[in-house]
């Protein structure tokens, strides 16, 4: 059965921080490893990566696969507290279906 | 509002009742998938559809659950005799494409959820 498993669970940092947000992966046909930010509603798409070493950026955000080891980690800069949410990692195989993990729960303090 | 549209957002049922669950997808996209997210749990698939067809429907419920994508209108997510288990938030998503050889078209955006309370 697909898994995909998310870690640390949740954590609490202050703004300014960098937080490291970890996602392993077991899915068969593996194509892709997506990361999305939920708030209060719907999960916004933030990074597809496909591709082994090559870093995605966006701001203060970055991801990074790696497909040999089967993980993802998905980094934030300088956080704000707007950076509070769920991450939201997700194995895309073939055929389309994501599984996603069980998401880190990420407090920025003032 | 380009987005994927979901209504209603919130729906209450009794046990017994019927729920009918709605999806418009963002404009261009044709390729829908419906999620479930029970309380303190992830995201788990339950189907995904093309325009008239059911492409992967492995993870729906056996009985009283269905869907459809008319050819015009929204997807629909329907449960029949709903039962407590059922509550849950339930997202739709949309993808231009369905290649399944990670194009950034096959990339799936959410809409906002129905959030189900079954009494």
């Known amino acids: 059965e697909d898994k995909v498993v998310q870690s640390p669970l949740s954590l609490v940092v202050h703004e300014g921080d960098t937080v490291t947000l970890n996602c392993s992966y077991e899915?068969?046909?593996?194509?892709?490893l997506l990361w999305y930010k939920q708030e209060k509603k719907a999960p916004t798409f933030l990074f597809m990566l496909?591709?082994?070493?090559i870093e995605k950026k966006s701001g203060r955000l970055s991801s990074i696969l790696d497909k040999k080891e089967l993980f993802s980690i998905l980094n934030i800069t300088a956080t704000q507290t707007g950076d509070s949410a769920i991450y939201l990692c997700a194995a895309q195989a073939a055929g389309n279906k994501l599984t996603f993990g069980g998401g880190t729960r990420v407090l920025v303090k003032p | 509002n380009a987005g994927v549209m979901q209504n209603p957002r919130h729906l209450v049922r009794r046990r017994g009742q019927e729920a009918r669950l709605r999806c418009s997808p963002m404009?261009?996209?044709?390729?829908v998938y419906w999620y479930r997210q029970l309380p303190e749990e992830g995201l788990k698939f339950m189907v995904y559809?093309?325009?008239?067809?059911?492409?992967?429907e492995s993870g729906m419920p056996k009985e009283r659950f269905s869907a459809e994508f008319p050819k015009e209108g929204p997807s629909i997510l329907r449960i029949q005799q709903v039962v407590r288990g059922d509550s849950a938030a339930y997202f739709c998503?949309?993808?231009?494409?369905?290649?399944?050889?990670?194009?950034?078209?096959?990339?799936?955006?959410f809409g906002p959820g129905t959030r189900l309370t079954v009494l």
């Open positions: 559809l093309q325009k008239e067809n059911i492409i992967d």
């Open positions: 899915v068969t046909n593996f194509r892709s």
């Open positions: 404009k261009g996209h044709s390729h």
């Open positions: 496909t591709s082994s070493g």
């Open positions: 998503a949309s993808s231009q494409t369905g290649t399944g050889v990670a194009s950034s078209t096959d990339t799936q955006y």
